[in-house]
DNA sequence: ACCTGAACACCGTTCAAGT
DNA sequence: ACCTGAACACCGTTCAAGT
């Protein structure tokens, strides 16, 4: 949540109208989607007027990034309790890791779609919006680090391996969601057992290698 | 484009004003991005009332399942193309449709964020758009099985198999045109050489074999 | 069969005015 | 310093009316 350094509390209104905003933002968003979303509903949801929230957010995009910013932070700490239950073997760390993101995006549809679905114009330029993001991403280049270190791993720039990681876990969230997994029908789908095939396919590759 | 069965051209306005506003609609996304493209700009763009799109789109939705199954058509016939270059190898097959995929959608970040950003809530239930992404989906399950029949690949549900290779290309995609490829700067991103890595990571795995 | 234009309920944003 | 409420320009959708 970020509190700002100076916590002051319930001086005006809620308390804090600028974190209500962020938290009812979060729960129109993840009950209607991001096309329900609007400034004005927000505003309905908390009791105030339609003008208020333009106080602290700039724009209502503005509203939006913060949204998308407190995902990602959000996201870095599942990931990372992910990979604290597994200390020992760094593998199953970047396993863990991996699967906690597509649980996660699983978990947050919509929020997912307001994190890399590209609704955000000025996402490239926001830098709460890009340290956010890099938090989260550097959980799996620090697990990839791990497992290159303990031999598991090849020895790419981490970067790039972890990268790769992340569109493999990401692609298969976003197919999974939007309806385009196919193997079995969408009833009983097991998102878990999913996500542990997707890793598996991405440490052993679909090469064969010995007929 | 899908011309209807009996093609009667220019008896009332352009000829054709559904398919005009599919184009409009395209153009104006490509352009400006969905969040731009309202069924009025779009009229407005063409030149006709802004009622009259209800008369070929029951909703604004309805022109945009359009627009996005169009997309899918496009990318199929890209993707086959991509195949069809390379004929004696089914593993270059493989390669060539997955890089002709990453290259459409950096081509067409819009559009892509309008097929597989789940902007459409009907998109579950449209037998069009359905089948279009399918038959795109079908071109990568053709490769697959035509690598595992010539032994380059592993002999598992060729669908699954192609379905960790979308994941993987459409992953890549996502996260290179929402600004997260962080190994070189933007400016000079080669998309060709990001997708062959990405090929070859999935072709080849992580694992370390042999220290 | 196809299109227009007024109407309605929504929206983001601005801004003068209130406390 | 923070909030309200009228106002403006937009939007999707409906519908009676025109050809």
């Not at 007027?49 to 700039?58: E, M, N, R």
């Not at 020992?88 to 649980?103: C, K, M, N």
């Not at 307001?114 to 280049?141: C, H, T």
Request: contains cysteine.
């Amino acid at each position: 949540m970020a509190r700002k350094s100076t916590a002051k509390v319930s001086n005006y209104h809620h308390g804090d109208l600028r974190n209500a905003l962020v938290t009812a933002g979060r729960t129109v968003l993840e009950r209607d989607g991001v096309a329900k979303l609007s400034l004005r509903e927000v505003a309905r949801v908390i009791g105030v007027s339609h003008g208020a929230p333009l106080h602290h957010f700039p724009s209502k995009e503005a509203l939006l990034i913060a949204i998308a910013a407190d995902g990602f932070r959000q996201l870095c700490g599942v990931m990372r309790d992910a990979t604290q239950v597994h200390l020992e073997d760094p593998l199953d760390q970047f396993r863990a890791s991996a699967i906690a993101y597509v649980r996660f995006m699983h978990d947050h549809p919509h929020l997912m779609r307001l994190m890399l679905g590209g609704l955000i114009p000025s996402s490239f330029a926001d830098p709460e919006l890009k340290q956010a993001s890099r938090d989260a991403f550097n959980v799996l280049v620090e697990t990839v680090k791990a497992a290159q270190a303990a031999n598991h791993v090849i020895h790419g720039d981490p970067m790039r391996l972890a990268f790769a990681a992340w569109a493999n876990v990401h692609g298969t969230s976003v197919l999974v969601l939007e309806g385009h997994y196919v193997a079995e029908p969408r009833a009983n789908l097991d998102i878990e057992a999913v996500a542990r095939r997707a890793v598996e396919f991405f440490y052993d590759g679909v090469r064969r290698r010995y007929e």
